[in-house]
């Protein structure tokens, strides 16, 4: 602190006052480093705080935890969080440029990484009970750039199917929207975990609409629609508008799902997978130390299972060779005997 930082008189008694560590009252700016302080504490160069010392703000402390260690017992808010110099906290608080994270604990919520360009569908052969997907068999998992099916026939099943479609809509216009939905037969919406159109019963195509409340453009709000074809044509349609938006199918560019919309279809056909020593295993759930079907390479070019093998027909070197009448043919049969029921020779072959 220089000398003409103060006045003559009243203002050299407090300088007094601070050097006899004396409480002293200072109207203006104090500078250290410089003579023209420009707040309340102007400091050029380092403040140092040695151990066990903090620098308060009202109910806020700040103060030296460790060695290196900048600490508040109290909440900490900044606009953004940089380590080292790189940002890896931004204003949106995104995470960014970090090498490697390790989490622990129980997380209630996790945003997954969305990919653009399309929803996921789950179908399903509705035979076995009609307008059911609970009881319907999974024969398609698919990726579709927008919702827009006439007679999608999945896996060639004209009638009694059924579809799960999941993803996530981004609007453009910060307002609300109208959603229309096209549906012969079936079909339910849920928008943003809220179930919003229920029309679950054979019909002719028809429209059916849901307002949303204002929108924030650039989110993704969640989608989930549920539709069952019975027989005759079948359509499915998704649409949307606003004050800004003409009316449209909603376009891929708008469009996503999560990667754990696809990461969750194989537990869905196989339940739990995974490669151990070498095997790919299938099964609901793991039995002992192995699970319940195996499926391995037990040489070269032979892939093997230790369980029974069931399929439809049979093929080798892409020839059928046993139907799914279970007739043989396109064999060539090498026999030394035919035996009876009765394990007795009835014909012999030289």
Known sequence: MTDNAFSLGRET???????LSRNAYIAGNVGIGTTSPAEKLHVIGNVRIDDAYKLLWSDTNLYRGAADVLKTDDSFDALALRIGGTQVIDSSRNIQNIVNATLSGKLNSLKLA?????VVGYW???RAESRNLAKGRLIEVSKHPVVDFADYNPQGQADYFGCRIVGYICPAYSEAYTLYVTSDDGVRLWFNGQLVIDAWRDQAPTTYTYTTPTLTAGVWYPIVIEHYEHAGGERLLLEWSSASQARQTIPSDRLAYSSLDYVASPKVLWGDTGIVAGKILFGDYPSGTSFDVNLYRSAADVLKTDDNFDALALR?????????????YNVTPRLSSIQNTAGQTVLEFG
């Open 316 to 328: 080798i070197g892409g020839t059928e060779v046993i139907t799914s009448g279970r007739i043989l």
């Open 124 to 126: 399903y052969d509705l």
């Open 114 to 118: 969305l990919e653009t360009g399309g």
């Open 13 to 19: 008694r407090k300088w007094l006052d601070l050097w």
